[in-house]
């Protein structure tokens, strides 16, 4: 699996339990706004919704059957279905 920015902040770190994921954020230090999010591995576009809280979301089911969420994106690049 990689990053999924080349520029790497995490700004809300894994916690068990209240947390369940690591949160990459960006800075003025790391690489700025705009940057572009890759998924972590290959897989295909399960969810893709614009929610309250999270802004636009997707998920990706990968052949692992591990499902990564990306969130508060500015735009969307694919759609559900997509590989």
Sequence with gaps: ???PVNYIAISK???KGSHNGVDFGWSSKNGGKNQPIYAVEEGKVIYHQTQTSGGKV???KHSNGYVSEYAHLDTWLVKKGDK
């Design 13 to 15: 770190k894994f916690k």
């Design 58 to 60: 997707l998920h990706i």
């Design 1 to 3: 699996m990689r990053y």
